[in-house]
T-cell receptor, first 115, second 112 residues
Framework: EAQVTQNPRYLITVTGKKLTVTCSQNMNHEYMSWYRQDPGLGLRQIYYSMNVEVTDKGDVPEGYKVSRKEKRNFPLILESPSPNQTSLYFC??????????????FGPGTRLTVL | KQEVTQIPAALSVPEGENLVLNCSFTDSAIYNLQWFRQDPGKGLTSLLLIQSSQREQTSGRLNASLDKSSGRSTLYIAASQPGDSATYLCAVRPGNTDKLIFGTGTRLQVFP
């Protein structure tokens, strides 16, 4: 089944404790990205990647890191989480931005609470 | 800076009604526009994708139109059903970036 998976789905942590949220897709997509969703603000892009070893900042990259060592995986790293990073996080992927097949596929979301 | 607005924020209708959800964007230089559905506590499901050169797309009871020059898109849902209850989001890809800019969504409730 074609899908985007995220782990964990729920996470409660404390300020300053490094964490990683994993994202994996099995559709051979080049493009992957991370969003956070907050009430009243909608979805905002954190980072995106056009392909292996190619990443770039989205609209709200502060406090986050990403890496793209393999095509299928795009982990989101919070080196020192803070309470304002409490949010619902989504990973998404697509074949690319150009052409017909750039429909975005989303993972199920990770609800993160930073105390 | 591209901004995407969805009105209304919430909508409640009886089953069977035809309804229209609105999405407006401030910069007409977009590459495409996508409509999504989000169920509570779940991810987004893509419904329809309209390229900038297209005027509409249809899938089953859903029809999305795009008027780039006026910065508007509408999602038409025919013969609404309780199973259509969800939040509907539109997102545009500005022509000069590799990003998706989302609206804040319309929360739809269809009651029996």
């Amino acid at each position: 089944e074609a899908q985007v998976t995220q782990n964990p789905r729920y996470l409660i942590t404390v300020t300053g404790k490094k964490l990683t949220v994993t994202c994996s897709q099995n559709m051979n997509h080049e493009y992957m990205s991370w969003y956070r969703q907050d009430p009243g603000l909608g979805l905002r892009q954190i980072y995106y990647s056009m392909n292996v070893e190619v990443t770039d900042k989205g609209d709200v990259p502060e406090g986050y890191k990403v890496s793209r060592k393999e095509k299928r995986n795009f982990p989101l790293i919070l080196e020192s989480p803070s309470p304002n990073q409490t949010s619902l996080y989504f990973c998404a992927s697509s074949f690319g931005l150009a052409g017909l097949y750039n429909e975005q596929f989303f993972g199920p979301g990770t609800r993160l609470t930073v105390l | 800076k591209q901004e995407v607005t969805q009105i209304p924020a919430a909508l409640s209708v009886p089953e069977g009604e035809n309804l229209v959800l609105n999405c407006s964007f401030t910069d007409s230089a977009i590459y495409n526009l996508q409509w999504f559905r989000q169920d509570p506590g779940k991810g987004l499901t893509s419904l329809l994708l309209i390229q900038s050169s297209q005027r509409e797309q249809t899938s089953g009871r859903l029809n999305a139109s795009l008027d780039k020059s006026s910065g508007r898109s509408t999602l038409y849902i025919a013969a609404s059903q309780p199973g259509d209850s969800a939040t509907y989001l539109c997102a545009v890809r500005p022509g000069n970036t590799d990003k998706l800019i989302f609206g804040t969504g319309t929360r739809l409730q269809v009651f029996p």
